[in-house]
């Protein structure tokens, strides 16, 4: 039925033109706009990333003035952070799998969802044009008093993140919406795949958090413009307040960013392991109790800001109890593997990265947990490299890897295995360069946004622009590889890693209803039933090829 | 107790050689962690690789069906690694105690973040650019700043604290080894924040007094002209008026001496003795025409001995 079906009308040829993606309600159309627009942002940041490396390469000026500097760091943290890692994974292959890995048609709310896109849009823009208008120099966390008082358009950039907020909101209402009413029959809690157990634990965040970094932000907004003191003290406001409210925000926003990575990572290794998820409903649950405990630990940002004793005691008691659920996370990935067949295709090179680098940024998140050590190594290089190794090591990995998973599913096409894998070890060498010196020199006294810095830091920054560059290059064979299979690529099987989730029960590229009646769900990591099938090139139901 | 990786100059391959009494604490804090660290990363290292080449896919060879939880194995991996954070942070909150708390009777001094440089106020009331400290005596930092949030970080110390406008903040260190040791902003503070360095240096016993004592007499010892530029870095004249040339929040202070222009209300002037005395000591009261009133007054602050330093120094800043 869907054989014949697939191949007259998929999503893809579903409409021509320029309205026909713009103005769709289709989520996979909305997902793979999504796809496109935040990884332009993601080259964008990594093109500010490499101007950032090269200037660094010596101290002093090297390509560009002090003042320069400081507006492409921004920049690069501004862009990379609202454009592109917090929708990320969530917008772009949420928006994409899950209503099909529910076995829907669409999310709850299609034109609420491409809202959500549109203001994407919106929201870009405002933080593109502050680039022309004399690009931010704050920081992309705009502490006052410094973004209240600099010359550079703050107010623009703001905006932008906070008309973000709202696409990011309307995402979360979807989700939550959708993952309550729309699953198929068969389909208990308990048998939701633990990808949208983690999309559904970071809905909660988005909705929860969100609002409160729109009126933070606001808040800046209304100190800048109308002169109301809120945190200039120079108005009697509180800047140490701001960082409250921005934190309270930012910080439940990492966990936005490495939740929905999480859940990618409990698919790729139990299908590359072809084993069933080892310990399902603690890796369910300890989703929820990081979105929980998210909430309460802003406030290890502020160690050396002044904040009571006390104050830092309970930051840092509670900052710890969030390395229970992630190391149970990572035991029970570890056990997954235990006794499987494993296969090392390119989304498992990058799930396997992705245990390494986020081990080191998690483990490496336990020094500045401690107050007594967070002291000396706040605001340094070993901070950079802590969040660069979790959020870059371990959400960009995991956005790669599930690029790569779904990418024959999206477009129907299988990409060149040997340049996948190619492409993924040069991101593994190159990341851990760039990185890994990094911890070195801020643990050495290197404080972070140093446009200058003093000569004994040289070689540690030069290894650390090195790895850059390795990882420019590998991006370019990411890229060309994907590209590459757009148009030359074999065609994709509905089924081309043995997956036992619904998205895989459709063809590649799924049709534009996805399902014709809702299929039946049965337990999404029991992998035994599905056999490869070298006749379609992919995996198929044992029952269909024994009856074939 | 600390057992250095590798060996860098007077440090470990980690931390820069430790100078105060808080640094060897906080190191064997930050050691621990690394064992713990360390212990853990090479464990899933280890399984992974073990698991990726024992399991790895063989033709006609499928996986293993086995238990798809365990509660016994579960538990375990969530109560030791509970029972080791709660280690961590009792040792990170033991020492941070002690960074927080410093004895009784420490030598005080006034510190002051502005863009881009560090005032300390010594309690004779000598202000200098550079922390100037005597050995093995508990010192105690009083911080604030003028503009916006900078950091007070002294890595060889291993103390850290923001410097916030309009409130009050401390630190306190005990230094344990003569020698000077790098002030980094630790807090982006703008345009030049990563030259925002100064220097502390510990003074052998005994010779501190003697550098107090030398430094704050600098108007005799000094020609006027030099008292009177070093005043004008100290005082953060530096900041506002340029002696290049370029205009800043202030006129520029080059070729100042016998200038003449008009104010902002009409008046012409030209620049003299007198004028430049009642530009330091009321501010607001004449503003050149084309900058806005925005420059506090030091009346109390300066000295006459002080100012009459400054006309000198101003008048060798010819064009």
């Known amino acids: ?548 | 107790m600390p057992i250095p990786l590798i060996r860098f100059g007077d440090g470990s391959f980690w931390m820069p050689a430790p100078a105060s009494t808080a640094a060897p604490a906080v190191d064997r804090v930050f050691d621990f962690i690394l064992y713990v660290s360390i212990f853990f990363f090479v464990l899933i290292v280890a399984l992974m690789l073990f698991f990726i080449i024992r399991y790895h896919r063989r033709r006609g060879v499928e996986a293993e069906k086995t238990a798809t939880h365990h509660t016994g194995l579960e538990l375990t991996w969530t109560v030791i690694p509970l029972i080791l954070v709660f280690i961590i942070f009792y040792l990170g909150f033991t020492g941070y105690m002690n960074l927080a708390t410093p004895p009784a009777n420490t030598y005080e001094v006034n510190v002051v973040g502005q863009k881009w440089k560090w005032l300390f106020t010594y309690p004779n009331g000598h202000v200098d650019d550079n922390l100037h400290v005597p050995l093995n005596v508990p010192v105690r930092l009083v911080l604030t700043s003028e503009d916006v949030i900078h950091s007070f970080f002294v890595p060889a110390f291993r103390v850290k604290k923001d410097a916030v406008p309009g409130r009050y903040t401390h630190l306190w260190f005990e230094a344990i080894e003569p020698g000077e040791y790098d002030v980094f902003c630790a807090e982006y503070c703008g345009t030049s924040h990563s030259d925002m360095i100064a220097r502390v240096i510990v003074h052998p016993p005994g010779e501190f007094e003697k550098w107090l004592e030398d430094a704050s007499n600098f108007l005799e010892r000094m020609a006027p002209a030099d008292a009177g530029a070093k005043l004008m870095t100290t005082r953060g004249c530096k900041q506002c008026h340029s002696i290049d040339g370029k205009s800043n929040i202030g006129p520029t202070f080059l070729g100042i001496y016998g200038r003449e222009g008009v104010f902002k209300d009409g008046r012409r002037y030209t620049v003299e003795e007198n004028y430049i005395r009642r530009a330091i000591l009321d501010p607001q009261s004449e503003i050149v025409a084309g900058y806005e009133p925005v420059m506090p007054t030091y009346k109390g602050r300066l000295k006459d001995q002080e100012i009459t330093a400054m006309i000198e120094y101003l008048k060798t800043l010819k064009e």
């Not at chain 1, 299609?110 to 549109?118: E, I, T």
């Not at chain 1, 809905?203 to 970094?213: K, M, N």
């Not at chain 1, 081309?496 to 399902?515: I, Q, R, V, Y």
Request: hydrophobic share 50%; with cysteine; charged share 10%.
């Open chain 1, 1 to 548: 039925m869907n054989g014949s079906t697939a191949v007259a009308d998929n999503y893809l040829s579903h409409g021509r033109g320029f309205r026909s993606w713009f103005f769709t309600l289709d989520h996979k159309r909305i997902g793979v706009m999504y796809l496109a627009s935040i990884f332009f942002f993601l080259i964008l940041g990594g093109f500010f990333a490499m101007l950032i490396r090269t200037e660094l390469l010596t101290p002093g000026r090297t390509i560009m003035d002090a003042d320069t500097y400081n507006q492409v760091f921004t920049l690069h943290g501004a862009v990379m952070i609202f454009l592109f890692i917090i929708p990320g994974i969530p917008a772009a292959f949420g928006n994409f799998v899950l209503p099909v890995m529910l076995g829907a048609k669409d999310v709850a709310f299609p034109r609420l969802n491409l809202l959500s896109y549109h203001l994407y849009v919106v929201g870009a823009i405002f933080s593109v044009v502050s680039i022309l208008l004399g690009a931010v120099d704050t920081g992309w966390t705009f502490y006052t008093p410094y973004s209240t008082t600099t010359h550079t358009s703050v107010v623009s950039m703001t905006l932008g993140a906070f008309i973000l907020g709202f696409s990011s909101i309307f995402t979360g209402i979807n989700f939550i919406v959708t993952i309550h009413r729309m699953r198929p029959p068969g389909m208990s809690w308990n048998r939701l795949p633990l990808f949208l157990w983690a999309l559904y634990s970071t809905a909660i965040i988005q909705i929860l958090a969100t609002p409160v970094l729109g009126i933070t932000l606001l808040l800046l907004i209304v100190e800048r413009l109308l002169g109301i003191g809120i945190f200039d003290p120079a108005l009697g406001g509180d800047p140490v307040l701001y960082q409250h409210f921005f934190w309270f925000y930012s910080h439940p926003a990492v966990y936005i960013m490495i939740l929905p990575a999480m859940g990618v990572m409990s698919e790729l290794i139990s299908v590359f392991s072809r084993k069933h998820i080892f310990g399902y409903k603690a890796i369910a649950y300890s989703s929820v109790a990081i979105a929980v405990l998210s909430f309460l630990v802003w406030g290890h940002h502020m160690f050396t800001s002044g904040q009571s004793d006390l104050g830092n005691m309970i930051f840092s008691a509670l900052t710890f109890s969030v390395a229970i659920p992630s190391a149970i996370k990572v035991f029970n990935w570890l056990a997954t593997m235990y006794k499987g067949s494993i296969r090392l295709d390119t989304p498992m090179l990058y799930a396997l990265s992705f245990l390494l680098l986020f081990g080191i940024g998690g483990l490496t998140g336990l020094f500045l947990g401690a107050l007594a050590t967070d002291v000396h190594l706040h605001d340094t290089y070993f901070v950079v490299a802590h969040f660069h190794y979790t959020m870059m090591g371990g959400v960009l990995i995991a956005f790669l890897g599930a690029m790569h998973y779904w990418w024959p599913k999206m477009f129907g096409r299988m990409y060149s295995e040997k340049a996948g894998r190619l492409a993924a070890f040069l991101v593994f060498v190159g990341f851990n360069l760039t990185f890994f010196s990094q911890f070195v020199m801020g643990s050495q006294g290197m404080p972070r946004r140093y446009y200058n810095y003093v000569d004994r830091f040289q070689s540690y920054h030069v290894l650390s622009t090195i790895g850059a560059y390795v990882l420019a290059i590998a991006f370019v064979v990411l890229a060309g590889n994907l590209i590459h299979s757009l148009f030359r690529g074999r065609k994709a099987p509905a089924n081309p890693w043995g997956s036992a989730t619904l998205e895989w029960m459709c063809a590649s590229p799924p049709p534009h209803d996805n399902f014709a009646e809702p299929p039946e769900a049965g337990d999404p990591y029991d992998l035994e039933h599905l056999v490869y099938d070298e006749s379609i090139g992919g995996y198929a139901p044992r029952t269909a090829r024994e009856g074939a």
